[in-house]
């Protein structure tokens, strides 16, 4: 049997102290293989962003084991784990997170500049183009709309040929029709380089493109079946 990319082993999580400390992650175990499209479905509040700050090595666990390509995140320090994660897993957030006064060239570069990518500039612009920004370079965050700035975003977490891409509700500020074009990028991309890819979703339609689904309810994360898996 193919050994896991992602294996995590009865992760533990607590946020927050006293009354107000929530139980995020409760006895998670849960494993994925190299080259899945997994979609995390379930309520706002259930742990799904939570489960995949863990998985990134964003956050820390109380308890468990998070072993990642290899590694094990939560045995290692900060600046170990900050490397490791520049090099084998790309990030989308929902809300963009760009450099305001970077252009949108200089956003992709510079993940590649602190990862001591020599040709940064070179292969910034090769990932912009490749989501259909070549003609926005020079633009800045405020000057593109949402769909830009996601696509910019794409090609930042794209950049470093990751093994892993994660995505947190990667359309949730967009409107439909970009919304659509966005996640068909994303799914592309996917395929095009043979990433595993975990995303969370509250759009059934996008979770259902993905090729297994977990539910995420009150810290615990459960195998979904019964959805209908869209047309290969």
Not at 128 to 143: D, F, I, K
Not at 200 to 212: I, K, S, Y
């Amino acid at each position: 049997m193919t050994e896991a990319l992602i294996s995590l082993t009865d992760v533990d999580l607590k946020l927050g102290n006293g009354a107000n400390a929530v139980h995020a992650l409760k006895s998670v175990s849960l494993d994925i293989a190299g080259g899945e499209s997994v979609g995390v479905v379930g309520p706002s509040g259930s742990g799904k962003t939570t489960l995949l700050m863990v998985l990134s090595g964003l956050e820390r666990p109380d308890s468990g084991s998070v072993k990642v390509a290899g590694a094990t995140l939560n045995t290692m320090g900060e600046d170990a784990v900050a490397a490791f994660r520049g090099q084998n897993i790309g990030i989308v957030f929902q809300s963009f997170h760009l450099i305001p006064n970077m252009t949108a060239l200089e956003n992709v570069a510079v993940p590649l500049e602190l990862a001591g990518e020599r040709n940064a500039f070179e292969k910034a612009e090769a990932e912009l183009t490749a989501v259909g920004l070549q003609h926005r370079l020079t633009h800045y965050p405020g000057q593109l709309s949402g769909g830009e700035q996601q696509r910019v975003a794409i090609a930042r977490a794209l950049a470093p040929d990751p093994k892993i891409l994660i995505a947190d509700e990667p359309t949730g500020n967009l409107d439909g029709a970009t919304g659509q074009a966005v996640s068909e990028l994303l799914f592309a991309k996917q395929r095009e380089r043979g990433m595993t890819f975990v995303l969370v979703t509250h759009d059934e339609g996008l979770a259902n493109e993905c090729t297994r689904q977990l539910a995420v309810d009150s810290g615990e994360v459960r195998e979904r079946t019964g959805y209908k898996r869209a047309a290969e």
